[in-house]
Each structure stands twice: as structure tokens, then as C-alpha cells.
């Protein structure tokens, strides 16, 4: 039998307006322990946890969740759409370039830096992102090979 997530989980959901199913809150879990994890590696994890669940439904949850403000989505480029449960301060990513790791880095001031248009051309501005994009130690230590992006 599953373990049971933490009674924490349901009161969170429901705090949020979301109903607190066994599907919501394994994937809540999932995301929590989890850094920066893919949807399949959300289903993975949730698969293992109460047994069957179709990628659809992860997305659906991930998407609830984003939504609630619960979940962090972070789409680096030429990779699948990331998650994390981080979502209660200003901080931004370090991106491998080699094998695709991403840490989390906090604001180095405290503030949002650079995060303001100066002309939004008309456009209603909900979200802005900072990325950092190098090689990581493991990589820039490593003989000279090439990894695809998501490699560990």
C-alpha cells in the first residue's frame, strides 16, 4: 500500500481552491521532491506512488497547479518544460549548456533585477525570467564529450 502525502498536502490544495485528490496531491508531492523535474519524471514519481496515472492528467495537474500559484514552470530553451515547488521568493536558474543540470540561484540584491520593461508595447507583462547559461563543474571538468541537454 502507497504511503499517504502528508495531510499538509490536502489543507495547501484546498487553501488554493483546488480539491484535494490522490491524483493533485501525488503530484504535488512529486514536484516537492523532485528539483526542477519534467512532467514524465512527475509521472514516474506518481506512478510509483498510487499506481496508475495517464500522462494527460499530469499535465492537466501541473497545469492546475501553476495556475493556483503552487508550482514554479520553467520552459529553458530546447528543453522540456520544467517544474519546481519553489515558488515563494525571487530566484532564478543556472542551466548546463553540456548536460542540462539546473540549479537554483538567488537574486544577488534582493530585488527583481532587470525585470521591468521600459516599453511594454502594449502588452500586459504577467511574468518575467531570468536564466543563467554556462557549463557546469561536473561538465567543464569532464574529458571533451558531448552530452545532450538533460543528460545527467
Not at 36 to 42: I, L, N
Request: charged share 25%; net charge negative; proline share 6%.
Amino acid at each position: 500500500m502507497p504511503a499517504q502525502p502528508p495531510v499538509a498536502s490536502a489543507d495547501l490544495l484546498r487553501q488554493h481552491g483546488l480539491k484535494a485528490t490522490a491524483q493533485r496531491m501525488a503530484v504535488l508531492q512529486a514536484v516537492s521532491g523532485l528539483a526542477h523535474s519534467t512532467a514524465e519524471d512527475v509521472a514516474t514519481s506518481v506512478r510509483a506512488e498510487i499506481g496508475t496515472i495517464s500522462r494527460q492528467a499530469v499535465y492537466d495537474v501541473l497545469g492546475a497547479l501553476v495556475e493556483a500559484g503552487l508550482v514554479r514552470r520553467i520552459q529553458p530553451s530546447r528543453s522540456p518544460a520544467r517544474y519546481e515547488a519553489r515558488v515563494d521568493d525571487n530566484h532564478h536558474h543556472l542551466i548546463c549548456r553540456d548536460c542540462g543540470r539546473i540549479v537554483d540561484v538567488d537574486c544577488a540584491v534582493g530585488e527583481t533585477p532587470c525585470l521591468h520593461a521600459t516599453d511594454d508595447h502594449g502588452y500586459e507583462i504577467d511574468e518575467a525570467e531570468v536564466v543563467y547559461w554556462g557549463r557546469c563543474p561536473d561538465c567543464r571538468t569532464a574529458p571533451a564529450a558531448h552530452h545532450q541537454p538533460g543528460e545527467r
